[in-house]
């Protein structure tokens, strides 16, 4: 497995605020990245999973609705699927959602989005972890949740033990 870390706003998309919150431009610029690595010859086997955090959890999953079996698992911490409501019931990529168990309104949040989804899914509530999962251990449960599921659905001889 491999990790490509992509900031989906340009510096001048970044200096303003409301941008952070505009999906359809983050899931745009998620699919022009995915379309891009998918045409190199290196890549063009290569499954696809895409991590996304707060905003950027409702733009993948919007951004692998678009890409359709190309993306072959999603994961979500501490995300906004509400923000993209009229993608979730038609997201076809595995997805687990991963909330803090102390932010009650990502959990609800999250628990209505998991009620839509019709494809795989998991719903991880990491139990004393706040908004950004910042407690000690709660990233590296989220990295182990992460690796597994993507192991999972991307190379099944990578899963960790807990």
Not at 41 to 58: N, R, S
Not at 70 to 95: C, D, F, M, Y
Request: hydrophobic content about 45%.
């Amino acid at each position: 497995m491999a990790t490509l870390l992509i900031d989906l706003l340009t510096e001048k998309e970044d200096a303003a605020y409301e941008n952070s919150f505009d999906i359809d431009l983050l899931a745009g610029h998620l699919v022009s990245v995915t379309n891009h690595i998918k045409k190199m010859p290196i890549f063009q086997h290569v499954k696809i999973g895409y991590f996304g955090a707060d905003t950027g959890a409702a733009a993948a999953l919007k951004a692998s609705v678009q890409m359709g079996n190309i993306v072959h698992a999603v994961v979500s911490r501490g995300g906004r699927p509400n923000l993209t409501k009229e993608n979730i019931a038609v997201v076809k990529s595995p997805t687990l959602l991963i909330v803090g168990g102390l932010d009650n309104d990502l959990i609800e949040f999250n628990l209505w989005a998991y009620n839509l989804l019709q494809c795989e899914k998991k719903l991880e509530v990491v139990e004393g972890a706040s908004h950004l999962l910042e407690e000690p251990g709660k990233l590296e449960e989220v990295a182990r949740l992460t690796v597994n599921w993507f192991a999972k659905h991307l190379h099944p001889d990578a899963l960790l033990k807990p």
